[in-house]
């Protein structure tokens, strides 16, 4: 069962937030509030809600889950659909990001708004007297660590130097150059957040320290500070709980990770919580991303898995992944159905990772609980291949549960949680410290503990006859394979398995972002190049550039913020991008 909080004041829209298990979230007052009438322990419940609440109120562009900046942006996926419908996002997935892209201003204010609600909060904490010192101090923390995410979300778009804009502005509208690195500001902020969260939480969805230590070291990692991030990493594996006092640890069954009947497990470090309330508390920022028509969902067909993607998951002789991109000269393990065929034809033969048909839906393969899909759950077979999302999709068993919600009355949302921080990304972001300092069979002893969970027999998707349903085959790195003695071949199976484990989660481009501009123009090059071969569009597409480990700042904003007394932008926009 799920509740909800609706908290307006001022700025705020309707805003609502809640799960089975967060108290905190259920109060609903409606209308605008004083800001003064706030300043008492019970407004400032409500205010620290409504800065939570900006994890839920995002559109597709602003969603901190980014399958349009992240998943599509970094090959994990295309837009689908048709080639009209969003067609703003043909350009994102052409490379050829304008700076008047509608989605990166979604992304853009999201940040603004969350980092205004929380500057409001701490305002009215500040002048709150009636309430516990220790629970101010909390509250406070948990509202550093929020606009440390919030940040965040942004650099990662936009590259560090963003205007950074915290409490001590009382104005509506600050006028801040975008001259100076935020970095160290969004740290402070996560570092505040470490020192006063407890270990434990009343409410599961409020942050707690191991998720304040989990966001450092994962800022650190996409700053590039792997020494920094490595004890943080290893001290939350080794010892980091729960809100709610569950011990950190590997989810035997993948699908209790993507699931409303099974969130808020030990894998989950940080989870965005979902209601199916009236107030269109489902997914919003996902609602476009579900199969098509008379699939789960029934609307819009994007965020369609690659033919990279898909074939990334072929496996050798051995059960190992192809860490040399050998997998793009082979034949495709499905391919596009002709005349009396379905949309998709699988070829049988090839041996694959099981975790392909966990992120990836395939025709003839069963999709979660209903069965395999139908012809028309893929919108448009030419616009957006053959493939379908699946891991945030939810089950007939959700449904039937009462875990799913609309949203502007119109498009599907689940009450799934979605985890922001994950067990499953620390693991494998230790293993990268690990092979970069040399520990190169720790880095893989690490691996192997990700391919081990997802070799067991509960994540082999079976037919309807108790067979498996492809040729599924995965085995662990053997220590007399070259990944064990030479420091390249590790760092290429550690990022490799961050592309198979966290497919379709909104990932992808960050990492080829944070290991460099060469890599990932070339990663990018070579999706590119393999995806043209299946989806005739991407032969007009462009190659993203080394130099664009970032998008452009909006137009809009920069038009919007104008000059200062001496004439000088407030916003310039990056070099890439002049």
Sequence with gaps: MKHNLIAIFGFATLLTFGSCGEDFLYKAPQGSIDQNALQN???????????????????????PFNWTFGGMYGGDANKGSDPGDQSVLNEMEMYNTASTNGYLNEKWVWTYKGSKRVSIAMQIIDATTDMDAGLKEVRMAELRFLRAMFYFESVKIFGPFIPYIDETYKENDPKVHNDKDIYPNILADVDAAIAKLPATQPEVGRANVWAAKALKAKILMQKGDMAAAKPILKDVIENGKTSNGLKYGLEDNLNNNWSALTENGKDSIFAVQFSNDAQNNGNSGMSLCYPHNSGPGGCCGFYQPSFELANSFQVDANGLPYLNGEYRTKTSVSR??????????????????????????????????????????????????????????????????????????????????????????????????????????????????????????????????????????ISTYPQNHAAFTDKATCIKAVRMERKLELAMEGQRWFDLQRWGGSVMAAELKAYVDYEKQYIPKFAAASYLTAARTMFPVPDGQIQTMGNDESGKPYLVQPAPWK
């Design 336 to 473: 596009k159905g002709g005349t009396g065929e379905a949309v998709g034809v699988n070829d049988p033969s090839i041996a694959v990772d099981p975790r392909l048909d966990f992120a990836i839906g395939r025709y003839g393969i069963p999709y979660k609980d209903w069965g395999t899909p139908k012809d028309d759950w893929v919108r448009n077979p030419v616009n957006g291949g053959i493939f379908l999302p699946k891991k945030h999709v939810y089950s007939l068993a959700e449904k039937e549960a009462g875990q799913t919600a609309i949203h502007d009355g119109w498009a599907p949302g689940s009450t799934m949680n979605l985890q922001y921080l994950s067990l499953r990304d620390c693991i494998l972001m230790y293993a990268e410290c690990l092979a970069n300092d040399g520990d190169l069979k720790g880095a893989m002893d690490l691996v192997n503990q990700i391919r081990t969970r997802a070799s067991l027999p509960v994540n082999i998707i079976k037919n309807n006859a108790g067979q498996p349903a492809a040729n599924y085959k």
């Design 41 to 63: 322990a019970t407004g400032v419940e409500l205010v620290v809600a409504n800065a939570y609440a900006n994890l839920t109120e995002n559109g597709w562009g602003a969603t």
